[in-house]
């Protein structure tokens, strides 16, 4: 369930305070200093085509803006390169070390029949790296994802893509959760791999909802609570935090349209919380 925890984000905190109107993907930041709103958009990493859906809102608030902010600068073609650069495990290390040898074969086995892979090639990967290969399966299609999406409208309409944050310091984000949490996930996902679709279409429709109580709820169950405090501070909470400064001055440049995970976005350390607490006014766009 972590796993798909990971699509939203990329574990949503407490909701503390959420009114009925707080369900909302699309958000105006205005007030301060602010000559012009921006725009801060909940996204899902994967989802299939006939599921994505860019309101009229949403256009329209790309329109108003001059720039696109993702988590990553994704038009960088030097990107995945630097991710891979972090997936690989230190010297020493073992992918198939972490697992029990039943658990093992089980991955194993589905990486043979589902890719055509001998799952000893992939030795030296970091579990995140088989993981993110294994989300594309759930969704039973070629999915795609909004980055995607606005990062067209963007180029269409000649619009700078930037990152909020480096690649470094996603990963660095990555590498604090322990490798045997991944692999918790890994084996979760794969002992049942009709329940893993299921789980994954449930998020889906809580997303499309816009039910961010609902998806809380969703994330939490079938994980420790420990856990889940693990992954909310180090994925979520901590990188929230180093983001403000950097939206603020984003903002304060020309009009921008973020588009984060919808896991980003609730809750008192969640980014519509820190932006309120900077002083800036943050609002539902509910149409």
Known sequence: MLAL???????????????QDENALLWQISGKELKKPSYLYGTIHAICPEKLILTEALQAKVNQTEQLTLELDMDDPGMMAQIMQ?????????LKAMFED???????????????IDLTLLDNMKPFMLQSM???????????????????????????VIGIESVQEQ?????????????????????????????YQEMVNLYLAQD????????KRD?????????????LTQRNKAWIPVMVQMAKAKPTFFAVGAAHLPGENGVIALLRKQGYKVTPVLK
């Open 5 to 19: 925890l990971l699509v939203l984000a990329q574990a949503l905190p407490a909701l503390a305070g959420n009114s």
């Open 86 to 94: 972090y997936a690989t495990l230190p010297e020493g290390q073992s």
């Open 102 to 116: 039943e658990e093992y074969k089980a991955l194993s086995d589905y990486f043979t029949s589902s890719y055509g």
């Open 134 to 160: 294994i989300m594309a399966k759930l969704t039973d299609c070629t999915p795609e994802s909004y980055e995607q999406k606005l990062m067209e409208m963007a180029h269409a309409q000649q619009k700078e």
């Open 171 to 199: 990963m660095a984000a990555v590498d604090k959760l322990p490798n045997e949490l991944y692999a918790d996930m890994l084996v979760r996902t794969v002992s049942d791999i009709a329940q893993s679709k299921a789980d």
């Open 212 to 219: 961010l109580k609902g998806l809380q709820e969703f994330m």
């Open 223 to 235: 994980y420790s609570e420990e856990d889940y405090r693990i992954f909310d501070e180090a994925f």
